[in-house]
């Protein structure tokens, strides 16, 4: 298994070639802004980036996919596959066909659904394609993602390569018959200089959000599903609002869960304290609003919202699930709690709150982390050398 931390190989002056990165997806999510962010110091090292989306698009979405108008406008070769069902036969053909056409020398998928369709495309008898798998998370809460999941894992054991953003995924994959040959650890990535940059004045943050100069506004970020928590973070804000009124709840996310848990905050009688903003695309002035930032999830991979909030300079109270504990050092960068706990959770914020000092240096300390260990650069060298490797072995 691949040390991610380890002085990766340098690919520069390696003859050039094309990669096909597959998501299925209804947006832009972490995933995709990672990807996004790895296309310049992969085009450094002679890799040419092309982007396919499988897109289940509900009705009030926008006709092209967010990430693939966000690669359009950059300039990049980048389509979609409008997905009409749970696993439609037209999708497989379809996907086949894009992959088929790209003239890519390498598949990159990165969830189910691009697994099994590109793992299936790639290994077609009149076809010898190099197929990269990154998981990014492994999940069953619904009975539909563990079918997803158990195929996915099949699957996975014929990938010439399987990228994990996490060492407990990379564990996972070993309990699950994963040649540990075949295994990549490259995490998640992050610019954090130019997203730092990009936060802006943390009073006007405030005022454009209507949230009072002097409250203690405390941030969630992430889908409203039951991997997230959320119950259990509006349960903490229960505790944390009885012993510090001025405190304030954004949860920026959308999903199934959201009547569900405005209906619990509201029982909760946390109206006043709580807000849902739905989905938010600029993340950075959000952060640059809150004071701390909370993730207390079931299950991860290695979510991206961890790492832009250490890059903010903010403290993280997260769980203990997945990768989380890579990103989040407990008593450093942040507080690791356990997870279905919502009473550590709000011991872990009022702990926070009441030593701003100590809040801060977590702040400090996870800025530096992100910038020396999560860099688009750092990954980007490691996958470069990732493709060269698969292709030369396909090819002897």
Request: net charge positive; charged share 25%.
């Amino acid at each position: 298994m691949s040390d991610p931390y380890a002085p990766p190989p340098d690919a520069e002056g390696a003859a050039p070639l094309r990669v096909l990165h597959g998501r299925s997806s209804a947006t832009m999510y972490g995933p995709e802004r990672s990807l996004l962010l790895l296309v310049p110091p992969l085009a450094a090292r002679g890799v040419q980036t092309q982007l396919l989306a499988v897109y289940r698009r509900a009705p009030d979405a926008p006709e092209i996919h967010p990430w693939i108008q966000a690669a359009r406008d950059a300039g990049l070769d980048a389509g979609q596959v409008i997905d009409p069902g749970p696993f439609s036969l037209g999708v497989v053909r379809r996907v086949a066909r894009r992959i088929g056409a790209s003239g890519a020398d390498v598949l990159h998928t990165h969830d189910y659904k691009t697994n099994i369709l590109g793992g299936l495309a790639a290994r077609r008898p009149d076809r010898s394609l190099p197929w990269v798998a990154t998981v990014h998370l492994h999940t069953d809460t619904t009975r539909r993602l563990r079918v997803y999941r158990t195929l996915d894992l099949f699957l996975l054991r014929l990938a010439d390569r399987v990228v994990t953003v996490s060492r407990d995924q990379c564990h996972m994959l070993l309990r699950r018959g994963v040649d540990r040959r075949r295994i990549a650890l490259i995490p998640t990535v992050i610019d954090s200089g130019a997203f730092a940059a990009r936060m802006g004045d943390a009073a006007a943050s405030r005022s454009a959000l209507g949230l009072p100069g002097d409250a203690a506004v405390i941030t969630l970020i992430g889908r409203l599903t039951p991997q997230k928590g959320v119950e259990d973070l509006l349960d903490a804000a229960r505790l944390v609002c009885d012993a510090r009124p001025e405190a304030r709840f954004l949860i920026a996310g959308h999903g199934p869960l959201r009547e569900d848990l405005e209906a619990r905050a509201a029982g909760l009688g946390l109206n006043g304290a709580v807000r849902f903003l739905g989905y938010c695309a600029d993340i950075p002035p959000l952060l640059a609003a809150s004071d701390i930032v909370v993730l207390p999830s079931r299950a991860e991979g290695l979510p991206l919202v961890l790492l832009e909030a250490l890059a903010a300079g903010r403290p993280v109270v997260a769980s203990r699930v997945g990768g989380i504990p890579d990103v989040v050092r407990d008593n450093e960068t942040g507080l690791l709690v356990p997870p279905n706990a919502p009473d550590r959770v709000a011991d872990g914020l009022l702990d926070l709150l009441a030593h701003p000092d100590r809040a801060q240096a977590m702040g400090l300390a996870g800025r530096s982390l992100v910038r020396r260990q999560f860099s688009p650069e750092h990954a980007a060298r490691r996958l470069a050398a990732i493709y060269r490797t698969v292709l030369a072995e396909r090819l002897a």
